[in-house]
Every structure is written in C-alpha cells, then in structure tokens.
C-alpha cells in the first residue's frame, strides 16, 4: 500500500510503503491505521479514468478524505501533433515487421530455391501483398496476409 504524508491540509510526501521510524517514532510502521493517520501519513488510493483512443494522461488531482488520500488521473484529448505521431509510429512498427518477414522469404525467389514454379508464384503473392500493407489508409487493423505452404 503507498501513502501520503499530509502537512496543513496538504500532500508534502507521497511513498510506496511506511517508514520503518519516523519523527522519533520507532517500528512506525507496524502502529495501527489510525495512529498513522493521526501523525499524518494517509493511505494513498489512485483512482485510473477510463481513457478512449483519443485521450492521454494528463497528471492528476488529489483529494485528502478523513481516512485516505485519493488521488484522480486527469485526461486531456490528444493533439493533432500527438495522434499523427503515434499513427506514423504504427506504420514504422508495420513496416519493420514486413520486412522482417520479407527478408525470411527472399530465399522463396532465388534462382536455385527448391520451389517449383507454383509454389515461387505463391511466394511472389504473399510478398506483393506484404508490400502493399503499407497502401491501407491505416495503420490499424492491417490484415497480415498467411504465408503459403512450401
């Protein structure tokens, strides 16, 4: 559990657990709840927002209750600037993974790969259609197409 250390009505300290000794206090951290709370350390509870696709992060805003400080995550819509970041990421992700699977195929097109024409024709498609992965108007959803058999 982590807590808050709360100072005139005000969080001045936030941790992940009790200090073994604080403020001349030995073994503080196996007094009971309400002592702790009556030397000012408070349990701290953080309350996540349900955030949608277009929604970030945006720090947070805190509540000090009688028995615990709550803390709310604050959300802002992303910016333009930030959603077509993230999409131009996305295609960077898709384009890697295509050429890694590109690349483990290139054996498929040599002149002395063991496939028969029917099969290097196969392997023709399924790379032609990796290629054009990167024509969908986004990058989400990609539908990766299935190697063929060899």
Known sequence: MSYARV??????????????????????????QEQIIEHGWYPHR??????????ISDGSTYSIEQSEVVEYEKIREKT??????????????IRAQRNILL??????????SPLNNQKQIEWQ????????????????????PSKPEN
């Open 7 to 32: 100072e005139d009505g005000k969080i001045v300290q936030r941790t992940n657990s009790l200090p073994k000794s604080w403020d001349n206090i030995s073994n503080f951290d196996v007094l009971d």
């Open 46 to 55: 953080f309350v996540e927002t349900q955030k949608s696709d277009g929604y």
């Open 80 to 93: 333009k600037e930030e959603k077509e970041s993230e999409i131009e990421s996305k295609w960077i992700e």
């Open 103 to 112: 690349t483990e195929s290139d054996w498929t097109q040599l002149p002395d």
């Open 125 to 144: 498609i399924y790379r032609q259609q990796l290629r054009d992965i990167t024509l969908a108007d986004s990058p989400y959803g990609i539908g990766w």
